[in-house]
């Protein structure tokens, strides 16, 4: 049995945790990431990019009897995407374009004072929140346990979405 374990811990200015799977096949895996952030700045300015902080994203793949774990304690971060086509997160899952199968998807996060911003058109704002887009999930668990404090997701443009501590399937 193959087994991905990824652990992503981080505590200094500037600095971004996050696992970002493209095109991949996670079979029978065990995806786990452990931030704590204090302080830190994710931001992407252009078309199609992606700004994280302690976060996991999944895009175009198929996971299959897996476990996704994001543990993230987050205190006064920013996660900023300006443009078009993009998604700025903070102690969040992310599934995309994805097969889920027979997995657990578990988002704990921790967060206060932090804010997810989204400027553009097709973007996304999310603190504490799992997010399942054109996605197929089939016999699995997805739980979102977020203690959030004084924290704010703004999308501003066209088609935006702010969520946070929620759990969004589209």
């Known amino acids: 049995m193959k087994t991905l ?13 996050s696992m970002a799977a493209a095109e991949s096949k996670v079979n029978k895996s065990i995806i786990l990431n452990k931030s704590l952030n204090k302080g830190n700045a994710a931001i992407a300015i252009g078309k199609g990019n992606d700004a994280s902080v302690g976060s996991v994203q999944v895009k175009d ?5 897996s476990i996704i774990l994001n543990k993230s304690l987050n205190k006064g971060n920013a996660a900023i995407a300006i443009g ?3 998604a700025a997160n903070v102690g969040s899952v992310a599934l995309k374009d994805s097969k889920v199968n ?3 998807i578990l988002n704990k996060s921790l967060n206060k004072g932090n804010a997810a911003i989204a400027i553009g058109k097709n ?8 997010a399942v887009t054109g996605s197929r999930v089939n016999k699995s668990i997805v739980l979102n346990k977020s203690l959030n404090k004084g924290n704010a997701a703004i999308a501003i ?3 935006n979405s702010a969520n946070v501590g929620s ?3 589209k």
């Open 5 to 17: 374990m990824i652990i992503t811990m981080s505590a200094v200015v500037a600095f971004t945790s």
């Open 61 to 65: 793949s198929k996971v299959n009897k």
């Open 84 to 86: 078009k086509g993009n």
């Open 167 to 169: 759990v969004e399937i």
């Open 157 to 159: 443009g066209k088609e």
């Open 123 to 130: 973007n996304a704002a999310n603190v504490g929140s799992v």
């Open 102 to 104: 027979k997995s657990i």
